[in-house]
């Protein structure tokens, strides 16, 4: 009688996506798996499927992850505005927390794997399409509430948000400044005041 081996997957998925953050999906060999999860390789191969499989589990589970962000800045705010700063405030604690913080998993896939993987492609198209469709659903409440300027269209100011926080994830790679980190956030919510 085949041996059924008992684990929380999502502790698993998590192990896994700090692996594949940390190298990347193209450094990361399955030995790294097998050492960061406790799983042996059949154990990984038939819970999982193939390394791109397991891959692509991590993205979800990062996105599911990310998404609980944004939903308790939605909940925290008065306001649009209020829960666009708080999206980008949402991230201050891990970036100065984490002296080798590793930008947003996302971003690293887009930058290793945006263009080697037809179905990775899609699900980054889609992942970007939300995070802009929640900005700009936030800046076109918050125009029609007067805390947002129509100066651009809420379309427009998404993709400039959507940039800012991408460039606000990546900045803090390298720079633990609260206060440089802060005046991103300031000068980003600034522009669509």
Avoid at 30 to 45: C, F, H, K, P, W
Avoid at 60 to 67: I, L, N, R, V
Wanted: glycine fraction near 8%; hydrophobic fraction near 35%; aromatic fraction near 12%.
């Amino acid at each position: 009688m085949p041996r059924f081996e008992e684990f929380d997957k999502q502790t698993v998925l998590k192990k896994a996506m700090n692996v594949f953050w940390e190298k990347g999906y193209n450094g990361t060999s399955m030995q790294d798996l097998v050492e960061a999860t406790g799983l042996n390789r059949s154990s990984i191969y038939n819970s999982f499927g193939s390394k791109l499989e397991l891959y692509q589990g991590t993205l979800s589970y990062y996105q599911k992850e990310s998404g609980g962000m944004f939903q308790r800045a939605l909940l925290k705010a008065q306001n649009p505005l209020d829960a666009i700063r708080y999206v980008f405030e949402g991230f201050l604690p891990e970036i100065l927390g984490d002296e080798k913080a590793k930008g947003c998993f996302s971003m690293n896939c887009k930058a290793e794997m945006g263009n080697q993987n037809k179905d990775i492609r899609k699900w980054l198209l889609n992942t970007q399409e939300h995070t802009l469709t929640v900005f700009q659903d936030l800046i076109s409440d918050g125009q029609e509430q007067g805390v947002i300027n129509k100066k651009q269209d809420a379309k427009s100011y998404a993709y400039f948000v959507f940039n800012a926080f991408q460039g606000f994830r990546m900045t803090g790679i390298l720079i633990k400044n609260e206060s440089v980190l802060q005046n991103i956030i300031n000068n980003t919510i600034q522009v669509i005041q």
